[in-house]
């Protein structure tokens, strides 16, 4: 079983819509979780951390984490075109700031106008 | 600020031949990581250093080497490059349990 899991896509929603993506993670004391976005040719950038269970918002972005079923959601409303791009989910295992950052295979967005 | 900079940005290597892969963070940050990007597989963990003085490996690191200079620096090495290495290269640094930031990348193509 991978560490991070997410399904590669694509995941195709028209312009307004609300795009839901998904990430499940192997290490259920795993204690960080972060969505970062990249688009063709460029480097990850981040859109929203979460450490506890909840949500957190953030403009049109709400980050879902459940430690009880290891996943965590990204949802993304009134998606734009611009959203279009691969979003990565990221992991810390246990140990914190001394172990590494996994990372899930990405899930290509694809809004369309 | 100018954050996590890498260099180069594109390297064609032949096979055998070797190359350093240097970056850089100005943000005081303890952890800094290594990874590689190819087509459909994310972003794969090569080594990292959670502190000066100390590096791991990751998930893929036959083949590489790496030295954590000093706080800001943690280069990525290749003795002998071979074509399963054509890839895109990151570096990226934290601080703490926080979000990484990550450089511009570097393609690396070896033929």
């Known amino acids: 079983q991978k560490e991070v899991e997410q399904n590669s896509g694509p995941l195709s929603v028209p312009e307004g819509a609300i795009a839901s993506l998904n990430c499940t993670y192997s290490?259920?004391?795993?204690?960080?979780f972060f969505w970062y976005r990249q688009y063709s040719g460029k480097s990850p950038e981040l859109i929203m951390s979460?450490?506890?269970?909840g949500d957190k918002e953030d403009g049109r972005f709400t980050a879902q984490l459940n430690k009880a079923s290891q996943y965590v959601s990204l949802i993304i409303r009134d998606s734009q075109p611009s959203d279009s791009a691969t979003y990565l989910c990221?992991?810390?295992?246990?140990?914190?700031?001394?172990?590494?950052?996994?990372f899930g295979t990405g899930t290509l967005l694809a809004v369309q106008p | 600020n100018a954050g996590v900079t890498q260099t180069p940005k594109f390297q064609v290597l032949k096979t055998g031949q070797s190359m350093t892969l240097q970056c850089a963070q100005d943000?005081?940050?303890?952890?800094m990581y290594w990874y590689r990007q190819d087509p459909g597989m994310g972003l794969r963990l090569i080594y990292y250093?959670?502190?000066?003085?100390?590096?791991d490996k990751g998930e893929v690191p036959n083949g590489y080497n790496v030295s954590r200079l000093n706080k800001r620096e943690f280069s990525l090495r290749l003795e002998s490059a071979a074509p399963s290495q054509t890839s895109v290269y990151f570096c990226?640094?934290?601080?703490?349990?926080?979000?990484?930031?990550f450089g511009q990348g570097t393609r690396l193509t070896v033929v």
């Open positions: 979460i450490y506890s269970n």
């Open positions: 290490d259920r004391v795993s204690q960080s």
């Open positions: 990226a640094s934290t601080r703490g349990n926080t979000e990484a930031f």
């Open positions: 250093s959670a502190s000066e003085g100390t590096t």
């Open positions: 990221a992991v810390r295992p246990p140990g914190g700031a001394t172990n590494k950052l996994i």
């Open positions: 943000m005081n940050h303890n952890s």
